[in-house]
């Protein structure tokens, strides 16, 4: 009968056997080496599971830093997340490296080479979901990860950070009504995602709550950028029906809309109230200073880090948090026909 050490030895060179593969090889899986292949990995993983293989503890050396992955780094709300990241990672003695990958959705699949070989302390992803088989490799290599999820629609598994989406566009658009718009568009994000969504039930909630009818034609997906925001409002308010108010689901597009309205020759708020949503920096130096929707975009970015930092043991349930929204009233919105001044609560 052979010691546990001993029983491990046989156990790879059992898996090694069965994979086709050098005993080296089951050895950088094992130890989350990236100088493998995909197919390989996923080959000698399967039979490790089968063979109910575990590891033993050890303490691999990590590099001081934490890896921000984003699908894309020229967002405007992007800087106020590496803000939040970078100054709880240096609090911890850690350095940010940012990385741009994927889609908004997921990493793309060779991302996850490159964390393995550079081994951070820890891993904060702005998506909407991960892979299975990310997910695993991160664990089995030991990385924490937590998810800054603006989509709201995180795994059950996975610990991840948001905000309070429907309260947004409730908010914004029961003030819209309050003001007394009865005809509000919304242009919201993107169709398949789940944050877009949320802001048109809080809109449709609002305008339920108000009393008012819902034209389908004014309900309108756009993509969170200045461009989405700009075509959406050129066909809203191409018409003797436009709206008299516009709840735009990011800051981006309520620019896109202000510029739109520009074009038509509509002065903002006399002819036409527009909210957004995040208030980023630039919202209140926008022309007229711009209502929106606060999302704490630092704080989540804050706290997710926070939560890696804190992953020394594993996790039976993820922590899921969610930090509140509110509105904040600048000089877009007011009555129909009326200029700022004149506006009522």
Known sequence: MHDDEESGRVTLAEVAKAAGVSMPTVSKVLNGRS????????????????????????????????????????????????????????????????????????????????????????????????????????????????????????????????????????????????????????????????????????????????????DPRVIRFGDFHVQGGFEQAMSLLDGPDRPTAVFAGSDLQALGVLEAARLKGLTVPRDLSVVGYDDVPLAQWSSPPLTTVHQPLRQMAEEATRMLFRQDEPVKIAQRIELATHLVVRQSTAPPGAEPGDERS
């Open 35 to 214: 100088d493998v292949s995909r197919v390989t990995r996923a080959k000698v993983e399967h039979l490790l599971d089968a063979h109910g293989y575990r590891r033993r503890a050890r303490t691999p050396s990590r590099s001081p830093l934490v890896e921000l992955v984003f699908h894309e780094l020229d967002s405007i709300w992007a800087m106020e997340l590496i803000k939040g990241v970078e100054q709880v990672a240096r609090a911890n003695g850690a350095t940010v490296v940012l990385t741009e990958s994927g889609t908004r959705h997921t990493p793309a699949p060779e991302w996850l080479d490159g964390v393995l070989r550079r081994r951070p302390v820890g891993v904060v992803l702005v998506f909407s979901a991960l892979p299975q088989d990310v997910k695993q490799q991160l664990r089995k290599a030991d990385i924490p990860f937590v998810v800054i999820d603006p989509a709201g629609d995180p795994d059950p598994d996975v610990p991840s950070v948001g905000s309070a989406n429907w309260s947004g566009g409730l908010a914004a658009t029961r003030h819209l009504t309050a003001q007394g718009h009865a005809r509000v568009a919304i242009i919201t994000g993107p169709e398949d995602m789940l944050c877009s969504l949320a802001r048109l039930d809080g809109y449709r909630s609002a305008m339920a709550m108000a009393g008012l009818e819902i």
